[in-house]
């Protein structure tokens, strides 16, 4: 597994840039605050958990602003105090989502459960790039980057339906946000990350031991990433050595999407 701590300290491609990040008190989300401000930006960590998200943001420098993110007012009270603190939303990082027990296959999950995860993984993500594209407009720049899932590109017996499907519509929202916008200066990107060691995925798979060892045999590398793995990769997307990367599905998943069999 790599050691990314001396790429972090090289690396300060965000220097006085402002960073939204959802989601921002656990897993991936405070994976990528950490990476974001090592590379210089200003980060302002939005969360619905205000222990974590109040930690989040007294490690990285930044400021906390508690959000339900399925919430429209509470979202733009989020980008509205990054512009109001820093004068700028320059990444958009809209991380928050739930992967919940009752979200199973189509024949076992309930409406409620299907439309709290829809409500939570892409609604969310609709109000977070509704409110960060009228300050990136203003700027004439801006990276806004979603969070979707290997799933959002190939399917899977062991089902989370409603899972499956919110990160299928990131997926293609982010593709459409990506073109509207991009001779403006703002880069819509869907990121797709395998699993991860995180909180969320623990959760998961706490009760279901198999349920996991299924999933990792079909991983080339043999192993879930890590949060600062996708925190990497987030940080790229944010610079400007991304500059011309724009309307895509950016897959970090160890291989599985490219992968026919994997090695024994």
Same mark, same amino acid.
């Given at each position: 597994?790599?050691?990314?701590?001396?790429?972090?300290?090289?690396?300060?491609?965000? *220097?006085?840039?402002?960073?939204? *990040?959802? #989601?921002?008190? !656990?897993?991936?989300?405070?994976?990528?605050?950490?990476?974001?401000?090592?590379? #210089?930006?200003?980060?302002?960590? #939005?969360?619905?958990?205000?222990?974590? $998200?109040?930690?989040?943001?007294?490690?990285? $420098?930044? +400021?906390?602003?508690?959000?339900?993110?399925?919430?429209?007012?509470? +979202?733009?009270? =989020?980008?509205?105090?990054?512009?109001?603190?820093?004068?700028?939303?320059?990444?958009?990082?809209?991380?928050?989502?739930? /992967?919940?027990?009752?979200?199973?296959?189509?024949?076992?999950?309930?409406?409620?459960?299907?439309?709290?995860?829809?409500? *939570?993984?892409?609604t969310s993500v609709y109000l977070c790039?509704?409110?960060?594209?009228?300050?990136?407009?203003?700027?004439?720049?801006?990276?806004?980057?979603?969070?979707?899932?290997?799933?959002?590109?190939?399917?899977?017996?062991? /089902?989370?339906?409603?899972?499956?499907? /919110?990160?299928?519509?990131?997926?293609?929202? !982010?593709?459409?946000?990506?073109?509207?916008?991009?001779?403006?200066?703002?880069?819509?990107?869907?990121?797709?990350?395998?699993? +991860?060691?995180?909180?969320?995925?623990?959760?998961?798979?706490?009760?279901?031991?198999?349920?996991?060892?299924r999933r990792l045999v079909h991983i080339?590398?043999?192993?879930?990433?890590?949060?600062?793995?996708?925190?990497?990769? @987030?940080?790229?997307?944010?610079?400007?050595?991304?500059?011309? +990367?724009?309307?895509?599905?950016? @897959?970090?998943?160890?291989?599985? /999407?490219?992968?026919?069999?994997?090695? =024994?």
């Open positions: 597994m790599p050691d990314n701590t001396t790429e972090q300290n090289l690396c300060r491609r965000l *220097v006085g840039r402002t960073a939204v *990040v959802t #989601g921002a008190g !656990s897993g991936i989300g405070l994976a990528t605050a950490r990476r974001l401000a090592s590379e #210089g930006a200003h980060v302002v960590c #939005g969360d619905i958990d205000e222990r974590a $998200g109040k930690a989040a943001a007294q490690e990285t $420098g930044g +400021v906390f602003v508690r959000a339900d993110v399925t919430d429209a007012e509470q +979202v733009e009270a =989020l980008f509205r105090a990054a512009d109001d603190t820093y004068g700028s939303v320059d990444i958009a990082f809209n991380n928050a989502g739930i /992967s919940p027990p009752e979200d199973d296959s189509i024949l076992e999950t309930g409406l409620d459960a299907w439309r709290r995860v829809q409500e *939570v993984n892409l790039c509704k409110a960060a594209l009228p300050y990136m407009r203003r700027q004439r720049r801006g990276s806004i980057i979603n969070t979707a899932s290997f799933v959002a590109l190939m399917g899977a017996a062991t /089902s989370q339906i409603s899972y499956t499907a /919110s990160k299928g519509g990131v997926l293609a929202m !982010s593709r459409e946000l990506g073109v509207q916008f991009a001779r403006e200066g703002i880069r819509v990107n869907a990121l797709c990350p395998g699993p +991860v060691n995180t909180p969320l995925l623990q959760e998961l798979f706490a009760k279901d031991p198999e349920r996991a060892a080339p590398l043999g192993r879930f990433a890590e949060a600062t793995e996708i925190a990497a990769a @987030v940080a790229f997307l944010a610079s400007d050595d991304a500059s011309f +990367v724009n309307a895509t599905d950016f @897959v970090v998943d160890g291989g599985i /999407s490219g992968a026919y069999v994997t090695p =024994l």
